[in-house]
């Protein structure tokens, strides 16, 4: 036979997938848009070589006219890049994906991929790989994009790629052949023999023929998110198992059974088929999952005890459902499940996101046809876990499926919120999730349509920050009346900080502390600060920060110029009151310190002799700067030992010189700071941020009982800031020098030990890492402003909680100037955000709607009311 290297049958999942009608649109995609220069001849010859790599790639699929369909390896298989004029696309690249799903694929015609390069314009389009079910599944397809985006970098740049040698799909083919059948048939009529579909609540038929399947998706937050992640770190569990988990028992509470079948997205391949080399192939399908919820006991038992069943469970999974119905006695066609959960599980590292940014391509986005189910749960991750529900438009009403998602949300969040609730009161939560809708229309939606007003109620319903809304047309337009959850009297003030940039040996060493000065006067933000820092490369540029504050007076008009801090046990403070008296000066009245006994001994080479004594120097140093930026005279003793008194000059323009107190963890020290009548200045370094709070909290208290007025005093808390468009695109940038920072900041890496209660080593090497890449997960989530706009405002929200007046914002512990001066314009909308109610409902549920609808849905006004006219109020 001519171009055949290879003929073999077709797998178990491959026969039910090819058995569906029109198989040959079994079409998935995986598409990014680009912004550069792509070369396509590049392009297309890592596609022929990705190609000859793979078997699976030059697969083709016979089943006419054959006693058993086979499929055949070709030798030799040549495509090209599909190159498309996308500038005037109809319905843009979505329309075309679904357009080249319809257009399908020979199935006898390898290969069954397809590499298309769209463009909208000389250097923007979009990269799409599509490829048929049959040959590649989800993440194969990832592997195999990983593999084509490093075969075009090594092209481009004229050098082999080093890729391992990849292993052939008949290799998992005779591994299923070598499964003992009759072990794995017993071990399903064990599991499934007696039981009954699960039936989905609520689905009347339609007089409708067809109705296109809609998609309701809904994202946890960035902390939700990190809550479930360390969840299941903690408690050594896998997504499945909690996603899968929490599906039953929505089901239970759907339908009072606690015998619950559903679907399933099975891996399909033994853990020995993929590690080592790698083998790219069809192998995940849908398998029926039986489990039985319990009506009492702790949730993280059953979980764990469930995860056994599960992992045991995965040695027979490589069988169909068709093989599945024939053990049970059951008809071809009978039902088996109405419902199935598909949980994607990303690599802690993956490798697929940097890479692809490095090539100007900028997320990865997978589309695939509808399953052929009435519901079809995703579980997606990413910086913010995606939930999205795919469900048949002709049975389900919007809200039905709005309140579903929500209800499995809740669940996820208190099931790893609250570990050790016990099962039977989970149905609380569910039932208030379910109240948050509401009834409204219940009727069926038609194809093609928007969703309704009622529908975006629903949805604006179950946000947060929500107390009640009414949607309503407004002549032309559709108007949401909100009543948000509460509306805060005080708003939270941004500042600048500087603190940890290294000696580069650049020229232009201070080229980012100019460009955000100007930049953060032009936009108001309160402060720019610049620390002591003597003696090491890192923080080093920073000897002297009354001299720095001078250079920003004659570059800024309003932002105020501090030290954070001024370690007063290395200064005069005669030097201190004259240096900052000129900032005064030059600034207008802008200047401001935060003080600090410091804690380097070589720092202490100015002074030895206060490094015994330095937080008392500090305090006796302070009274002196006081009084003589006061005007008064202070005693010392010049040259000969004699006692004279003096004043310093010039006058500073302030009555009084703003102080701040740096503060680490020892709350007798805040205590101090706020009964003495001064403002905090504090930081996460070597405390978590619960516990910052709480000593912000202490200060307050004690200027409270010593009389100063709360509009007196302020609370400044400095943390590491880099806010960005893209979730994804931030963590790139922010990663590696943040991981650096945290490892080489050896109390934050205590601190992370001692809230774990790790009995380690931290200076063990493989500690290290561990607890740094462990530390920046943890760290960027709940200690920091690292994210976008709308998902760094909840942290806002917990440091105005907190009784903080001012963020701190650190922005130079790493990441490469002109990505942080390009950062922030994002930080400056944040702030915007921030002090301003109105728009930042409007920002936050546009965003939200436009992550719960998935596809068009007209546009809204938000209108921010104090309570609705059925309220009493409106």
């Not at 990190?226 to 509470?253: D, I, M, S, Y």
């Not at 809304?469 to 939270?492: I, N, S, T, Y």
């Not at 955000?833 to 998935?854: F, G, H, N, P």
Request: with cysteine; net charge negative; proline share 6%.
């Amino acid at each position: 036979m001519k171009n055949v290297e290879d003929v073999y049958r077709f797998t178990a999942s491959q026969r039910e997938l090819l058995s569906q009608r029109q198989p040959e649109s079994r079409i998935e995609h995986l598409h990014s848009p680009f912004r550069g220069a792509v070369d396509e001849s590049a392009l297309e010859e890592a596609l022929r070589e990705l190609v000859r790599r793979h078997t699976a790639l030059r697969t083709a699929f016979f089943m006419q006219g054959l006693a058993e369909p086979m499929q055949v390896v070709r030798e030799k298989v040549s495509p090209s890049l599909e190159r498309v004029d996308a500038t005037s696309l109809p319905g843009g690249v979505d329309a075309w994906l679904e357009a080249d799903r319809q257009r399908g694929m020979n199935l006898t015609a390898a290969p069954l991929v397809r590499l298309s390069l769209l463009r909208t314009g000389p250097d923007t389009g979009a990269l799409v790989f599509g490829y048929h079910g049959a040959v590649l599944d989800a993440g194969s397809a990832r592997l195999c994009l990983e593999e084509l985006l490093h075969l075009y970098k090594a092209r481009r740049e004229q050098r082999e790629a080093g890729l391992e040698k990849s292993r052939p799909f008949r290799e998992y083919l005779s591994w299923t052949e070598q499964q003992p059948t009759a072990e794995t048939e017993a071990r399903w009529r064990e599991r499934l023999g007696g039981a009954r579909p699960t039936l989905l609540p609520e689905l009347p038929p339609t007089a409708e023929a067809t109705a296109p399947a809609r998609v309701q998706q809904q994202l946890l937050s960035s902390t939700e998110t990190g809550n479930v992640q360390a969840f299941l770190r903690k408690h050594k569990l896998e997504p499945g198992t909690l996603v899968q988990a929490a599906w039953a028992l929505l089901l239970r509470h759907l339908t009072g059974s606690q015998d619950v079948v559903f679907g399933a997205l099975v891996p399909g391949r033994p853990a020995s088929l993929s590690q080592g080399r790698p083998m790219l192939g069809s192998f995940a399908h849908v398998l029926p999952r039986r489990l039985t919820v319990p009506s009492d006991g702790n949730a993280v038992r059953w979980l764990r005890g469930l995860q056994a069943d599960l992992t045991e469970a995965q040695r027979h999974e490589h069988v169909s459902t068709a093989q599945v119905r024939q053990w049970l006695g059951l008809a071809e066609d009978a039902l088996l499940f109405q419902s199935a959960v598909a949980v994607w599980e990303a690599p802690d590292e993956d490798p697929l996101k940097p890479l692809a940014r490095g090539l100007g391509l900028h997320g990865f986005t997978r589309s695939a046809p509808s399953p052929s189910l009435p519901l079809y749960v995703e579980a997606v991750p990413g910086p913010r876990l995606a939930l999205r529900l795919h469900h048949d438009a002709r049975r389900f009403a919007p809200l039905d499926v709005i309140r579903l998602s929500g209800q499995l949300a809740a669940l996820l969040d208190t099931l790893v919120s609250q570990p050790d609730r016990d099962v039977s009161s989970l149905g609380e939560v569910l039932d208030a999730a379910g109240k948050a809708v509401g009834a409204g229309a219940r009727g069926p939606i038609t194809a093609g349509s928007t969703p309704e007003p009622e529908e975006l109620r629903a949805l604006i319903a179950q946000h947060p920050e929500v107390r009640s809304v009414a949607v309503r047309v407004e002549g032309d337009a559709l108007v949401a009346h909100v009543v948000p959850a509460r509306r805060r009297a005080r708003k939270l003030d941004f500042g600048l900080f500087f603190f940890a940039d290294e000696d580069s040996g650049s020229r232009d060493k201070y080229h980012l502390l100019l460009e955000a000065a100007k930049f953060g006067d032009q936009h108001g933000f309160t402060s720019v600060s610049t620390p002591e820092r003597h003696f090491h490369e890192h923080g080093g540029i920073y000897p002297n920060p009354a001299m720095l504050a001078s250079a920003l007076a004659t570059i800024t008009r309003n932002i105020r110029l501090r030290a954070g801090s001024v370690v007063l046990p290395l200064q005069s403070p005669f030097r201190v009151a004259e240096e900052w008296s000129i900032v005064d000066n030059l600034s207008g009245g802008r200047a401001g310190i935060s003080i600090a006994s410091g804690w380097v001994p070589n720092d202490f080479a100015f002074f030895p002799e206060n490094f015994a004594r330095k937080r008392d120097v500090m305090w006796e140093n302070l009274e002196k700067v006081e009084r003589l930026w006061r005007g008064e005279a202070v005693t010392t003793l010049d040259g000969v030992g004699k006692e004279v008194q003096l004043k310093v000059f010039p006058r500073p323009i302030q009555p009084r010189l703003p102080t701040w107190v740096t503060c680490a963890t020892d709350p007798a020290l805040f205590e101090r700071t706020g009964a003495s009548g001064y403002n905090v200045l504090t930081s996460l370094l070597g405390q978590s941020l619960e516990e910052a709070l709480e000593r912000i909290g202490l200060f307050h208290a004690a200027a409270d009982r010593a009389g100063h007025a709360r509009g007196s005093r302020i609370a400044t808390l400095m943390m590491h800031t880099f806010v960005g468009q893209d979730a994804d695109e931030v963590l790139d940038k922010v990663r590696a020098p943040l991981t650096a920072y945290l490892r080489a900041h050896v109390a934050l890496m205590q601190t992370l030990v001692k809230s774990l209660d790790l009995q380690v080593d931290i200076n063990e090497p493989k500690w290290a890492d561990y607890l740094a890449s462990y530390a920046f997960e943890r760290y960027y989530r709940s200690g920091a402003l690292i994210g976008t706009v709308t998902s760094c405002l909840p942290m806002v929200d917990r440091l105005l909680d907190g009784d903080v007046d001012e963020v701190a914002c650190l922005i130079d512990f790493g990441v490469d100037t002109a990505s942080v001066l390009d950062s922030l314009t994002h930080l400056a909308e944040l702030k915007r955000l921030a002090q301003d109610d109105a728009l930042r409902m409007e920002r936050v549920l546009s965003e939200y709607l436009d992550e719960r609808v998935v596809g068009r849905r007209p546009p809204l006004h938000i209108r921010l009311v104090d309570a609705l006219p059925s309220e009493g109020n409106g």
